[in-house]
């Protein structure tokens, strides 16, 4: 029994699983011939597919630790914008969410209405996106 990723990445950057028995002929193009195996995430955008992460993971995440010490947070009068964070892509970043948690951040993409990078977690890079309206204030480095 093989399982194959199938449809597109949910918030976290992941899909749902599925058997092939699950797969509906129709959504890849008519009735499954013996050999069949539907595409993959990863390959690049294949057959109407994103690639995985929207073609934000090209760069990847950092190879060292973010800065050990905390910056100062600087109130921020305006919403956060694309254009705003747009010039911290690929520098380490802090940022401070409305609920209070703050992190070290790498952005690797912005979109109109969001960011995707990795987060620092218990000492090692975790891919993560969030909303910019979840975003209070940040400060790249």
Do not use: H, K
């Not at 193009?29 to 057959?47: H, K, V, W």
């Not at 947070?73 to 964070?85: C, K, N, Q, T, Y």
């Not at 969001?114 to 993560?128: D, E, K, L, P």
């Amino acid at each position: 029994m093989s399982v194959y990723y199938y449809g597109y990445p949910n918030y976290y950057g992941t899909s749902p699983i599925l058997e092939t028995s699950q797969l509906p002929p129709e959504r890849f193009g008519g009735e499954q011939q013996p050999g069949f195996q539907p595409p993959l995430f990863g390959g690049g955008g294949q057959q109407g597919f994103p690639p995985f992460g929207g073609g934000s993971q090209q760069a990847g995440a950092p190879s060292s630790p973010p800065p050990s010490y905390t910056p100062q947070e600087s109130p921020s009068l305006f919403a956060v914008d694309p254009g705003a964070i747009r010039r911290c892509l690929y520098r380490f970043t802090f940022v401070w969410l409305n609920n209070g948690n703050s992190f070290w951040f790498y952005p690797t993409f912005v979109g109109r209405d969001s960011v995707a990078g990795y987060r620092w977690r218990r000492f090692r890079w975790v891919y993560y996106g969030t909303d910019l309206r979840r975003i209070r204030s940040f400060r790249c480095s």
